[in-house]
């Protein structure tokens, strides 16, 4: 396994208060990846390789994780996982790389399709910028893009009980809808996409934030998560008042019947998948 360091990677630098440092730790955790699959992976990673054109016979994952997609990608293909754990790369089937994603040691050109996965919602703007130019460089025709639909990711936050940083517990830093992915990947066009898992529960954001900001709660499960801001994996939660106990479980309620009367029809998916295709005019 070759091993290069990027920028994304630096110790010293701070992303949307985030340390980076604390990240890089959480994702060396030998729990988080176990070879299972969860419910959503069983619909989410068959219909993503059913994605993968015939004509892409060497396929690099950014951000492959243990190989849950790569090592489930075509046997005949050339197959190519990056990513900056090392304890993930162990289980990686395939040549594996550890190194930023924003700065990958890979010729340009050197793939028929750049797979990405659960990925770019991570990221801090500006190593999301930097890692759809990498991945534009490095594929030569293919694109293969899955992320979050329209989540509303507040919903998962949590609040360090050493520091009171709040953070999502997942990770996750923004909200994709189809337009602002088209955004990220101008010079491609879209030639397939699939919505996989659903529908996704509501949540109201003004019910939410009552229930975090009157309230003090945040339903998000802590348990092994590494706090980004200060590195504490301290999962107690906040000491609240009756009051404030009353207000989050109003606020819970509410949101509850809400979910209830919303026509399915109005509620997203989980993911949207993406495939896209160089543009002859680049």
């Not at 009980?161 to 923004?174: E, I, K, M, T």
């Not at 101008?186 to 934030?209: C, N």
């Not at 200060?230 to 479980?249: E, F, N």
């Not at 209830?260 to 295709?277: D, F, G, Q, S």
Request: glycine share 8%; hydrophobic share 35%.
């Amino acid at each position: 396994m070759s091993r290069v360091r990027g920028p994304l990677e630096s110790p010293e630098r701070e992303r949307n208060g985030h340390n980076v440092e604390h990240i890089v730790r959480y994702w060396e955790q030998p729990q988080i990846w176990g070879e299972h699959l969860n419910s959503l992976d069983h619909v989410r990673v068959p219909e993503t390789i059913g994605m993968i054109p015939a004509a892409a016979r060497t396929i690099v994952e950014v951000g492959c994780g243990n190989g849950r997609l790569l090592n489930r990608t075509p046997a005949t293909s050339r197959r190519v996982g990056v990513d900056l754990s090392a304890t993930a790369l162990k289980q990686v089937r395939g040549h594996a790389i550890q190194a930023s994603c924003d700065r990958m040691p890979l010729a340009t050109g050197a793939a028929d399709l750049v797979l990405c996965a659960d990925v770019l919602e991570h990221l801090p703007d500006d190593a999301m910028r930097a890692t759809a130019e990498e991945m534009k460089r490095v594929t030569r025709r293919y694109l293969l893009i899955g992320v979050p639909f329209e989540e509303r990711f507040e919903a998962g936050r949590v609040r360090c009980a050493s520091c009171g940083h709040v953070y999502n517990q997942f990770g996750h830093l923004r909200r994709f809808t189809s337009a602002s992915l088209d955004r990220l990947f101008r010079g491609y066009r879209p030639v397939a996409t699939r919505f996989v898992g659903g529908p996704r529960k509501y949540y109201s954001r003004s019910l939410l934030w009552i229930q975090q900001r009157l309230g003090r709660t945040y339903w998000g499960d802590a348990r092994g998560v590494v706090c980004p801001s200060c590195g504490s994996t301290d999962s107690r939660a906040p000491k609240r008042r009756l009051d404030q106990k009353v207000i989050a479980k109003l606020g819970y309620l509410a949101n509850e019947a809400v979910d209830r009367l919303m026509p399915v029809r109005w509620k997203p998916a989980h993911e949207i998948v993406r495939l896209y295709e160089r543009s002859r005019r680049i």
